[in-house]
């Protein structure tokens, strides 16, 4: 039985990759019955970074948790039915596609309404749909670059993006959090409305504070690798066994710091009176830290930092964060099967909960086709009339 604070809520996500598919996701970890819709053979996204023997990819198990799937395509003879009757069965439609694109397939705000007058509509772009580059296409290291971001990671001259897709899941949970306000206005008022979210927007966000300190002040800050530019020591240090990070922020934890490395005189330095002093002068305290790191294994340095009630963790590897012992017994991640893989996967759920209506897991990723019968069914098409339809090309069944 379902459960979750949307229960009762139908989503259609026609989202590809992450910024749409997520914030789809999560509306569906919380009880919303989410529908994938994609095109006839699969969406582009389904076979990203392969793990199965059907090659489904592990991007797409995470997207497509709690989810049912269907194809479609709407130009097929019969297609356009199946559409309108999903739209109208629908409180959401979400889809991370260009406005163009939105237009074509008539998912367009004022289209979904002439079909669902309290339809919201939650639309991802790159740009968003004003300014001179609200029809450009783009993807989340678009983002990281045009926000600053990638500037200021890695070194000088080396700009870097991060490896995790932040800017797509920050534009997925801003758009989730948006859509469930939409929600609520519309449990008051009857009224639904349209949520727009973007790529660029999303990263501005995460990137805001720096972007104020150098409009107000010019600061021009550069690359410092893994040298944070707020207090400090905050780095990377290698261990004898491995590496660490550590990160001093605030004067409580400098005292702290001072008193496990055995330099207390340098409360009184007036170098390091203040976390933008030590930053400034962040070399020397790394230079130092890491004498201190190289001394000790990874486990003896983490237990002093945990003794001293400073900030530090381990840098692990995939396999090793999956091997970590808080991260197995935690309960942060469920392991689900899915049909052709070796062995479960780890899905993380959201990393928040609520005491009363916790967010579950009830669905693996659907496969190809999977559902296809079961929502039509629901939606009134009878069997002879979904064959036709499958014949048609207008909708794929699976065996």
């Known amino acids: 039985m379902t459960t979750g604070p949307f229960r009762g809520l139908r989503v259609l996500d026609f989202g590809r990759y992450i910024a749409g598919p997520f914030c789809a996701t999560l509306l569906g970890d919380y009880g919303a019955d989410v529908i994938r819709v994609e095109r006839i053979g699969g969406g582009e996204d389904r076979n990203l970074y392969p793990v199965s023997e059907s090659g489904d990819g592990a991007l797409f198990l995470q997207m497509s948790r709690n989810k049912r799937a269907i194809t479609l395509d709407a130009r097929a003879p019969g297609g356009r039915e199946v559409f309108e009757a999903l739209v109208k069965s629908a409180d959401v439609v979400v889809a991370n596609l260009p406005g163009e694109t939105l237009r074509d397939m008539g998912l367009d705000y004022d289209s979904l309404r002439a079909l669902r ?39 000088p001259g080396q700009p870097t993006k991060a490896f995790p897709s932040w800017v797509d899941f920050t534009s997925a949970m801003l758009a989730a959090v948006a859509t469930m306000a939409a929600i609520h206005e519309r449990s008051r008022t009857g009224q639904g409305q349209e949520v727009q979210g973007s790529l660029l927007g999303a990263a501005l966000t995460v990137m805001n504070f720096p972007l104020i300190e150098q409009a107000l002040t010019g600061v021009d800050r550069e690359a410092t690798g893994n040298r944070a530019q707020s207090g400090g020591p905050a780095d990377a240090f290698q261990t004898r066994d491995g590496w660490i990070m550590i990160q001093v922020i605030g004067d409580p934890l400098f005292k702290r710091w001072t008193r496990l490395i055995g330099e207390p005189q340098w409360l009184e330095d007036p170098r390091f009176a203040s976390d933008s002093l030590r930053s400034d002068n ?13 001394a000790l294994t990874t486990a003896e340095a983490l237990a002093a930092l945990a003794a001293a009630k400073v900030p530090g963790g381990p840098i692990l590897s995939p396999r090793q964060a999956l091997d970590d012992p808080h991260v197995q017994q935690s309960g942060l991640m469920t392991m689900m099967d899915f049909p052709g893989a070796d062995r479960p996967a780890p899905l993380t759920m959201t990393g928040a909960t609520l005491s009363a209506t916790p967010a579950t897991l009830r669905r693996r990723a659907p496969l190809l086709d999977e559902h296809t019968v079961e929502v039509l069914l629901e939606l009134g098409f009878d069997a002879a009339r979904i064959r036709q339809l499958n014949a048609n090309g207008a909708v794929g069944v699976s065996d």
Do not use: H, K, N
């Open 117 to 155: 007058p309290d339809i919201i509509l939650t639309a991802v772009t790159a740009f968003g749909p004003t300014g001179p580059y609200a029809g450009r296409v783009g993807f989340d290291g678009v983002g990281q670059a045009m926000s600053g971001a990638v500037y200021l990671s890695g070194q």
């Open 282 to 294: 962040g070399t020397l305290l790394s230079e130092r830290t890491a004498r201190w790191a190289a």
